[in-house]
């Protein structure tokens, strides 16, 4: 129901207590831009209080690089456009930039003539900052996504080059996309952040072993996106070999796998030192091709996070040890 009454006290208090009650701040400015009026809203968004604010230039509210905003406003003001609602940022009496949608609107008197603007202002800062993470979730599940299949691409590429039998590419295949998709697994467990070090290898072997005959031990390591994915295609070429020829493939092996966090001198960044180690088996003579996981160990692994590893095949069975940079393993390599 409108409002009908000819007592312009009346109206006044009306439209006073509505500016008042509004969830949005609403400022009112004279034409040389100094603060005229303020609500509650106002106050709660900025965190001045109104005697703080009023008479105070509105500059005041413009943080470095929109300065140059306000007087462009009020050129606008006093022609008496009205300007559309436009997204940007002020600055709160604590420094802190929020994001706001504007909308000013010229203030006329009895006689027509502009004396001044209002502006309705409106936190955005919420949506703003949803809008933020779902572009950032949608770059990083578009970067985790061609990680993925370039991964795949290259044990396809790799694996065919290295067992062109049509059924053994098969086996190896796709012993290779289960590791694959357990390190999945785990990172979406750890929503995309992070899977620690030990998880990773009893994941790993729990599906292929007794873990009776399996040692494990070393301090607790967060792995970023792209080292478990790394780590997990080289944990399962050690333990397919190991189930082939090596500790896992007779009851009288053992295998222990063992990491420590080493600090370089001079300086030098820590890195992890891992031992894969197993016993109770006679090795046959080192073998002389150097198929896809050997390279895959002893090259990819270097390129990919920045370390060495030392493949021995001795008497008892094969020992590898992982040198790898921190840093590089826990960082969010899959992230844009």
Same mark, same amino acid.
């Given at each position: 129901?409108?409002?009908?009454?000819?007592?312009?006290?009346?109206?006044?208090?009306?439209?006073?207590?509505?500016?008042?009650?509004?969830?949005?701040?609403?400022?009112?400015?004279?034409?040389?831009?100094?603060?005229?009026?303020?609500?509650?809203?106002?106050?709660?968004?900025?965190?001045?209080?109104?005697?703080?604010?009023?008479?105070?230039?509105?500059?005041?509210?413009?943080?470095?690089?929109?300065?140059?905003?306000?007087?462009?406003?009020?050129?606008?003001?006093?022609?008496?456009?009205?300007?559309?609602?436009?997204?940007?940022?002020?600055?709160?009496?604590? $420094? &802190?930039?929020?994001? *706001?949608? =504007? #909308?000013?609107?010229?203030? %006329? @008197?009895?006689?027509?003539?502009?004396?001044? !603007?209002?502006?309705?202002?409106?936190?955005?800062?919420?949506?703003?900052?949803?809008?933020?993470?779902?572009?950032?979730?949608?770059?990083?599940?578009?970067?985790?996504?061609?990680?993925?299949?370039?991964?795949?691409?290259?044990?396809?590429?790799?694996?065919?080059?290295?067992?062109?039998?049509?059924?053994?590419?098969?086996?190896?295949?796709?012993?290779?996309?289960?590791?694959?998709?357990?390190?999945?697994?785990?990172?979406?467990? $750890? &929503?995309?952040?992070? *899977?620690? =070090? #030990?998880?990773?290898?009893? %994941? @790993?072997?729990?599906?292929?072993?007794?873990? !009776?005959?399996?040692?494990?031990?070393?301090?607790?390591?967060?792995?970023?996106?792209?080292?478990?994915?790394?780590?997990?295609?080289?944990?399962?070429?050690?333990?397919?070999?190991?189930?082939?020829?090596?500790?896992?493939?007779?009851?009288?092996?053992?295998?222990?796998?063992?990491?420590?966090?080493?600090?370089?001198?001079?300086?030098?960044?820590?890195?992890?030192?891992?031992?894969?180690?197993?016993?109770?088996?006679?090795?046959?003579?080192?073998?002389?091709?150097?198929?896809?996981?050997?390279?895959?160990?002893?090259?990819?692994?270097?390129?990919?996070?920045?370390?060495?590893?030392?493949?021995?095949?001795?008497?008892?069975?094969?020992?590898?040890?992982?040198?790898?940079?921190?840093?590089?393993?826990?960082?969010?390599?899959?992230?844009?």
């Amino acid at each position: 129901m409108p409002l009908e009454t000819d007592d312009a006290n009346v109206a006044e208090n009306w439209l006073a207590a509505i500016i008042e009650s509004s969830d949005d701040a609403i400022v009112s400015k004279t034409l040389d831009g100094f603060i005229a009026t303020w609500n509650a809203a106002a106050e709660r968004l900025f965190g001045y209080t109104g005697l703080e604010a009023m008479g105070r230039p509105v500059t005041m509210l413009a943080p470095a690089g929109r300065r140059d905003e306000m007087p462009d406003l009020l050129v606008r003001i006093r022609r008496g456009e009205p300007v559309d609602a436009y997204e940007t940022r002020r600055r709160h009496k604590d $420094g &802190r930039i929020i994001d *706001v949608l =504007l #909308r000013v609107t010229p203030i %006329r @008197n009895g006689s027509g003539k502009v004396v001044g !603007a209002s502006k309705v202002v409106r936190d955005i800062s919420d949506r703003i900052a949803a809008e933020r993470r779902q572009r950032r979730l949608s770059d990083e599940l578009n970067h985790r996504v061609k990680n993925t299949l370039m991964t795949i691409q290259s044990m396809a590429t790799q694996t065919l080059r290295h067992t062109p039998d049509p059924a053994a590419f098969r086996h190896a295949f796709e012993a290779r996309l289960v590791a694959v998709s357990r390190a999945h697994d785990l990172l979406e467990a $750890g &929503r995309w952040e992070s *899977v620690e =070090l #030990r998880e990773l290898i009893a %994941r @790993n072997l729990a599906s292929f072993a007794d873990r !009776a005959c399996i040692t494990m031990g070393g301090p607790m390591i967060r792995l970023g996106p792209e080292a478990t994915v790394t780590l997990a295609l080289a944990f399962n070429e050690l333990t397919l070999n190991a189930i082939a020829s090596g500790a896992l493939s007779r009851p009288e092996g053992r295998l222990s796998v063992t990491w420590e966090i080493r600090a370089c001198g001079d300086g030098g960044e820590p890195r992890l030192h891992l031992d894969w180690i197993e016993r109770g088996v006679r090795m046959r003579a080192e073998p002389t091709r150097r198929g896809f996981g050997r390279r895959f160990l002893e090259d990819g692994m270097c390129r990919q996070l920045q370390g060495d590893v030392t493949l021995a095949f001795e008497p008892e069975g094969v020992r590898c040890r992982f040198d790898l940079l921190l840093t590089a393993l826990q960082s969010s390599a899959f992230a844009p």
